[in-house]
């Protein structure tokens, strides 16, 4: 889990157990894009079945290839949002209304509007924002 600029690890067999010596600074783990300071990050997810972590802070959007280790190199991607709040990638269907017919997306949330993509190629390939949906509509709410 990625919050603000701190890299928390969990175990998850037997509930949710912090790793030691963690948190640690994101920068420290992870490195940084070149010529960037991760100072503030607005949100981060991986995928189900990716090893991609992507991490947005205001308009800027990069992905890390986990698998690579220390020889993985942060790559920059184009993308439509000023910013996000949030970000959650499901690989099953969060109901009626979920972003792809297949049950899988990628959920982006800036304020009380949710932007629905497939998955991150979908995201970085857009050239403006879908459609908002209320984060009410997600959830099932009416209000």
């Known amino acids: ?3 603000g600029t701190q890299i928390y690890i969990f175990l998850t067999k037997g509930g949710y157990t912090l790793v030691d010596g963690y948190p640690k600074r994101l920068e420290k783990e992870l490195g940084s894009p070149p010529g960037t300071s ?3 990050v607005d949100a981060a997810f991986i995928c189900p079945g990716s090893s991609r972590l992507h991490i947005m802070a205001g308009r800027q959007l990069w992905w890390l290839d986990m698998k690579l280790g220390a020889q993985a190199t942060w ?4 993308w439509p949002h ?3 709040d949030g970000a959650l990638c499901m690989e099953k269907s969060l109901g009626p209304n979920s972003c792809s017919a297949n ?3 990628l959920y982006l949330i800036h304020g009380p509007n949710l932007y629905c993509y497939s ?10 924002l879908p459609q908002p949906l209320r ?3 997600l959830l099932g709410c009416s209000h």
């Open 1 to 3: 889990m990625i919050q």
């Open 38 to 40: 991760l100072l503030a």
């Open 75 to 78: 790559t920059e991607l184009p």
């Open 82 to 84: 000023e910013k996000v």
């Open 103 to 105: 049950g899988s997306g």
């Open 119 to 128: 998955n991150g190629e979908e995201l970085s390939a857009a050239k403006a």
């Open 135 to 137: 984060m009410n509509s």
